[in-house]
Structures are given as C-alpha cells and as structure tokens.
C-alpha cells in the first residue's frame, strides 16, 4: 500500500508539522500556519484519506487503519527530527508517535487532546460511548450532515462562536470530501484508543493547550496530559473551546513561540 501524503510546506526554520482532527484537513491550521512560517519551517499534513491525500496515493481498504499504522505512514514522510503539534485525534497521534520513536519527535504541543477520547468507568473526562456510536451510524447515513454537527459540537461555548463556525464550515471540504473508510476508522480510534499508561513513557518536552470552555476534551484531561507527562506545562485559554488555534490564534502562536524558543515579534 502506498503511503504517500499531502503536505503544505511553508516558511523556513525548525520544522513544526501539524496534524489535525478527526473530519478536517490540513487547512484548518492555514491562519496560524501563515504567522509561525516567520519563524519555523509549518508542514500542515492532510492524514491517510482526508483532502488531498485521499489522491496522493491513497489506497482505499475496507481493512481498519489503526493508530500505529497512521504513526508509520507520518514516520515514513517525515526523516528528519521535529516538533510535532496534534489537534484532538492529532494530539493521540502525536502521543503515539512520541512514544514510538522518540528520537524523530523533538518536542510536542497537544492541543485539545486527551489520552482517551470515549468514557471508561475509572475515566470522567471522554464523551460517552453512545455519542460516538451513535455518530458511527448517523456517518453512514449522511457523512456530511455527521461532520457539520461534530463542529458544532466543537466550537459549541467558544467566544465568537458563530463567526467560528462559519470559518470552519467553509473549510470542511476546502481539500475536498473525506474518504469514507477513513472517517470510520478515526471514529474507531476515537473510540477504542486509550494512551494513559503510555503518558510516563513520553520523554520530550510537551506543551498542553486546552480550551477553558471545551465540551469534548475537558480541561480535566488536559490536565491530566499536564500531570503524567514528565516535563510538560499546560496553557488554558480563556474564552477558547475545542479550537483554540482558531478563536484565538494571536495566543496560541505566542505559546508556541514561547515554547519553541523563538523570539517573539
């Protein structure tokens, strides 16, 4: 199977790619790309299936793509060592990753992530398992429809959160549609996927992102990440839901920097 990507190159400096959420595509990070190319190389990935990429020698499979496949395809188009920035599914990615080669991830910024999406009895802070199931099947239903109402679902308590929403509509399929399968199996690692007991594994150095308002990763779990990765620190904005990167893209590439360290302008 070929393991080709789309990737949006921009800027020059340390490398810094961006791996974004379930249903998206790279463009969603294209505001804040723009900024931090004035001081780092941004990749902005689209993943095995989504925009780009599902014509960039993806080959459709009925067979599940699983994490630590999609860690292999990122590993097998990125050689050099960088930062990695994971946004919710991205962040579990970039979690995996980390732990796997640690010598290829430099640094990780995790931005309204979790260590395990769904629910578990010792686990307060996923979405119920009903939720997901039931977004499992309203996907094959109308995949569309599905995808407009997890990003409601996503900016839902965010200031400015009609404006918001309008943006991110617009670039749902900016990259073009999703393909199916794809979307299936990021469900499924939404679902199934639990990385606590990989947290002390994760050596680099790690900046955790939450939004004060988030209704699908809570604050809760950022600070769990915080807590259980050896030398991380937690950022919380205020006002930001499950898009801090968008409702507040002046902060969020002010931590970065700061994290980074660069200078900033």
Known sequence: MQIAMHVERIGSGAPLLMIHGWGMHGGVWSEVAKILAANFRVHSVDLPGYGYSKNAGWVATKSPILLNE??????????????????????QIALRWATREPDKVRRLILVASTPCFSEREDWPF??????????????????????????????????????????????LFSH???DMQALRDGLSILRDVDLRSELQSVAQPAMIIAGERDKLTPPGAS?????????????????????????????FVKQVKIFMGSQIN
Do not use: Y
Not at 72 to 81: H, I, Q, T, Y
Not at 225 to 233: G, H, P, R
Not at 238 to 247: C, D, R, T
């Open 70 to 91: 999609v860690v292999d395809r990122l590993s097998a188009n990125f050689v050099e060592p960088l930062t990695v920035c994971g946004w919710s599914l991205g962040g």
């Open 223 to 251: 600070r769990h990440l915080a807590e259980n990765i050896s030398d991380a620190s937690l950022v919380e904005v205020k006002g930001a839901a499950h898009a801090p990167f968008l409702s507040h893209p002046d902060e």
């Open 126 to 171: 996923g979405m119920e398992k009903k939720v997901l199931e039931k977004f499992a099947v309203e996907l094959e239903q109308n995949h569309a429809a599905t995808l407009r109402r997890f990003i409601t679902l996503q900016l839902r308590g965010s200031e400015n959160e009609r404006e918001l929403l309008a943006k991110l509509r617009e670039r």
């Open 176 to 178: 073009g549609e999703p």
